[in-house]
C-alpha cells in the first residue's frame, strides 16, 4: 500500500515544500520505489510509490487537468463495469487505454462528484483537492482495508495513511488520548473508531468520506451493511454464483505475478489458493504463487501442517512452514521502536512478525482467506427466533425442516441451547486490579469495563455475527495491523472474501443451508479442494501459544520488567501479577498488557519524531520485524486464513 500524505494550511500560507518532503520520505519504508510531492499555495500532496502493478508508472500526486489534484493508496475493483459506466458520460474514454486506478477515482470525481464513492469499490484512501471549489474531499473504503489519519489544528489540516507520519507535522501535539490508553488496558482494542492514541490524531472511520471547506471538517458514511435477498431456483444456481463473484475477486487482486498466500490446512485459504491457481490457468500469464503455514507442533496438538501439505500438493504450490513454538520463544520484542500505538507491541506472537517478513521477501502482494467465519458462519438460532416473535410460522416450520434435511439433525433451540448462551454471557472476566487507582476513577473505567461485559443488543436479526464484526472494533484492529504503517514492510494484504460485491451476495444468502458450517464455500470446493479438507470442520487451536510461552525466558524477562516513570500514571506496577504463574488464557493475555504499554511508552517518550535525526534513525530500522496481531487467537488465525 503506497504511503500518502497532504497538508492544507486553513490560513492561506504556502505549504512548507521541506516538510512536506520530510514527511513524504518517512514513507519510504511503504512505498519505496518513487516519492513526489506536489504543492500549490497552501495544498501539498505527497505520494510514497508501492509498484504492484504496470500503471504505478503514471505520475503521483495525479492530476488530469491540473486544477484537480488527487494522492491516493487504491486499488479499485469491477474496473470494466466502472468504465463503462463512465464511458456514457465520457465518450472518448471507451477509445482511450485503460484507466489507471488513481485516473479512475479522479475520471468517477469528475462525473459524479461525492457521489463518486456510490461506485466505487476495492480498498482505497484517498483525498482530492478541488481547486475550483477550494475543498478538499477524502475517502476510506466500505471495508476499512486502507487507513486514513487526520488532525486538524487551528492552522492546518494534515491527513496521512500512517499515523506516525502526521506526528512529523510541528502543528500536531503529541498528547495522549488516555481513554484509548484505558480501553487498551481494559480490551486490548479501541472501541471507538474515531480516536487514536493520540489526542490531535483522528481516524476516518471505513465507509465514510471527509470534506474539508472553509476551515470546516464534515464526515459522512456512504455505506452501511444491508440485507439484499438473494433467491435462486435450485442449489447449484447459488453455488454457481457463489464461485463467480469469487473468482473475479480474487482475479482483480492478482496484479502481480508474485503473490504469497498465509494458508493454513483450513477451508477459506486454501479455497483462495485454489481459486488463484485456477485464475492463472484463465489467464495467459504465469503466477509464481508461494504458500506459507504456521504450526504449533512443538507446543501442543496441531495437524495443520498435514492438510495444509495436502493443499498445496495437490495445487503444486510450494509452502513454508513456521515453527511457531520456538520462534514466538525468540527474545524479540518486537515493534516496540516504531510501534504507531500500544495495540501493536505483542510480545507473544513473535511468528506473526516472521511471517509477514517471509511473505514480503517473495512479493509485494499476499491473498489471505480472511474472513469467511464472519459471513458464512451464521448460527440459525436467531432466524428461528426472528421468525418465532414475528408469528410466520408457516415459515419457521419450512425452515425448521430445511435445516433437519440438511443438517440431518434437530435444530439448535432446546433447553440446553438456551443454557449454553445464558452461560456465555455471564463470563465475564475479572476487573485488573492492577489499574493506577486515580486513573480508574478518572475515567470512570469500572463502568466502561461493565458496559463492555454486558450483553449486547443484537445488530440484526438473523445476520447478527455478521453485523456485530462489520460494525466492531475487531476489524479495524486487524487490518492497521496488517497495513504497512505498522508492519513497515512493502508488502500489500488482500483480502478476496471482503470483495464487497462478494459480501453483498453472502448477507443475501438464506441462512439454512448456505452459511450454516460454511456449506456454500464447501459445495464450491467440491472437486476442488481434497476431501479431508472440504469436509474438515471448523477448529480453534487446541491450546493457547500465549500459554505455552509461561516457561520460556521471554516470559520470565517480562517478568521482570523495570516500568518508566510514565507507566505510573496507568499501571501499579507491583499489582501485576506473574505471568510464569497464570493458570488462566484470558488474564495471561490481559496482564501482558502492561508490559507492552511500557514498552510503547519507551519508545513514545524516548524519541522525537519531529527531528530529522531521528527520522533518519526510524528509517534505518526498517528491517525490525513487524506486529499484525492485537490479541489472542481470533487475529493470529486470521493471518493462517
Known amino acids: 500500500m503506497s504511503g500518502i500524505v497532504g497538508i492544507v494550511n486553513l490560513d492561506g500560507q504556502p505549504v512548507d515544500r521541506d516538510l512536506l518532503t520530510r514527511m513524504t520520505g518517512s514513507l519510504t519504508f511503504r512505498g519505496p520505489d518513487q516519492c513526489d510531492v506536489w504543492t500549490r499555495d497552501n495544498v501539498g500532496f505527497g505520494h510514497a510509490l508501492l509498484r504492484t502493478k504496470a500503471d504505478n508508472q503514471i505520475p503521483k500526486p495525479l492530476s488530469l487537468d491540473g486544477k484537480v489534484w488527487l494522492t491516493a493508496h487504491a486499488r479499485i475493483d469491477g474496473q470494466p463495469e466502472l468504465t463503462a459506466k463512465l464511458s456514457a458520460s465520457i465518450p472518448t474514454l471507451e477509445h482511450n487505454s485503460t484507466p489507471s486506478d488513481d485516473e479512475l477515482i479522479l475520471l468517477a470525481y469528475q462525473v459524479w462528484g461525492k457521489d463518486c464513492l456510490l461506485h466505487l469499490i476495492g480498498d482505497f484512501a484517498f483525498a482530492i483537492w478541488d481547486g475550483p471549489k477550494q475543498q478538499l474531499f477524502c475517502a476510506r473504503d466500505q471495508m476499512g482495508i486502507g487507513q486514513f489519519y487526520f488532525a486538524s489544528t487551528s492552522n492546518s489540516f494534515v491527513f496521512s495513511n500512517t499515523l506516525n507520519c502526521l ?36 481516524r476516518l472511520p471505513k465507509s465514510h468520506s471527509l470534506l474539508l471547506k472553509s476551515g470546516e471538517v464534515r464526515t459522512n458514511r456512504y455505506w452501511a451493511p444491508s440485507i439484499e435477498p438473494v433467491h435462486y ?62 504450526t504449533y507442533e512443538g507446543a501442543f496438538f496441531d495437524d495443520e501442517r498435514e492438510f495444509a501439505s495436502q493443499v498445496a500438493g495437490s495445487l503444486e504450490i510450494p509452502i513454508e512452514f513456521l515453527d511457531a513454538a520456538s520462534i514466538n520463544r525468540e527474545p524479540n520484542s518486537r515493534t516496540s521502536d516504531h510501534a504507531p500505538e500500544p495495540f501493536d507491541v505483542d510480545p507473544f506472537y513473535v511468528v506473526s512478525d516472521e511471517l509477514m517478513n517471509r511473505m514480503s521477501a517473495h512479493s509485494r502482494v499476499a491473498l489471505t482467506g480472511w474472513d469467511g467465519d464472519t459471513f458464512m458462519s451464521e448460527t440459525p438460532r436467531h432466524l428461528f427466533h426472528h421468525l418465532w416473535r414475528t408469528r410466520r410460522i ?62 449486547q443488543s443484537m445488530d440484526h436479526s438473523t445476520r447478527p455475527s455478521a453485523f456485530r464484526t462489520l460494525n466492531g472494533p475487531m476489524w479495524n484492529a486487524l487490518f492497521a495491523r496488517f497495513d504497512p504503517g505498522v508492519t513497515r514492510l512493502p508488502l500489500e494484504i488482500r483480502h478476496p472474501l471482503l ?47 500465549g500459554m505455552a510461552l509461561r516457561s520460556s525466558t521471554k516470559v520470565r524477562e517480562i517478568d521482570s520488567f523495570r516500568p518508566t516513570p510514565e507507566l505510573a500514571d496507568y499501571v501499579q506496577r507491583d499489582a501485576v501479577p506473574p505471568l510464569t504463574t497464570e493458570i488462566d488464557s484470558n488474564a495471561l493475555w490481559m496482564n501482558v498488557r502492561p508490559f507492552s504499554l511500557n514498552e510503547w511508552l519507551s519508545y513514545y517518550h524516548n524519541v522525537d519524531l519531529k527531528s530529522p535525526v531521528a527520522l533518519n534513525d526510524k528509517n534505518r530500522k526498517n528491517s525490525h520485524k513487524p506486529s499484525v496481531t492485537p490479541n489472542q487467537e481470533a487475529l493470529h488465525k486470521a493471518q493462517a486464513g
Open 167 to 202: 506526528r512529523l507535522h510541528p502543528a500536531v501535539s503529541s498528547s495522549l488520548n488516555e481513554v484509548v490508553v484505558g480501553d487498551y488496558l481494559l480490551f486490548g482494542l479501541n472501541q471507538d473508531e474515531v480516536s487514536t492514541v493520540f489526542s490531535d490524531i483522528q
Open 233 to 294: 431456483k435450485s442449489n447449484p444456481e447459488y453455488i454457481e454464483r457463489f464461485k463467480e463473484l469469487l473468482d473475479t475477486s480474487v482475479a482483480d487482486r492478482l496484479t502481480t505475478t508474485d503473490v504469497a498466500i498465509p494458508m493454513s490446512g483450513g477451508l477459506d485459504s486454501s479455497m483462495i489458493a485454489a481459486t488463484a491457481r485456477s485464475c492463472e490457468r484463465k489467464s495467459s500469464g504465469k503466477l509464481n504463487l508461494a504458500a506459507y503455514c504456521v
Open 394 to 455: 408457516g415459515k419457521l416450520s419450512i425452515e425448521m425442516l430445511r435445516y433437519m434435511y440438511f443438517q440431518h439433525t434437530p435444530p439448535p433451540i432446546g433447553v440446553r441451547t438456551w443454557w449454553q448462551h445464558r452461560n456465555a454471557s455471564l463470563q465475564i472476566p475479572a476487573f485488573p486490579n492492577w489499574i493506577n487507582e486515580e486513573f480508574v476513577r478518572k475515567l470512570n473505567l469500572v463502568d466502561r469495563w461493565k458496559q463492555f461485559g454486558a450483553t
Open 499 to 545: 470483495d464487497l460485491r462478494l459480501v453483498n451476495y453472502l448477507l443475501g444468502l438464506p441462512v439454512v443451508p448456505w452459511t450454516i458450517g460454511k456449506r456454500i464455500l464447501r459445495e464450491a470446493a467440491r472437486g476442488i479442494l481434497p476431501e479431508a479438507v472440504r469436509r474438515r470442520n471448523k477448529t480453534p487451536l487446541s491450546g493457547d501459544p
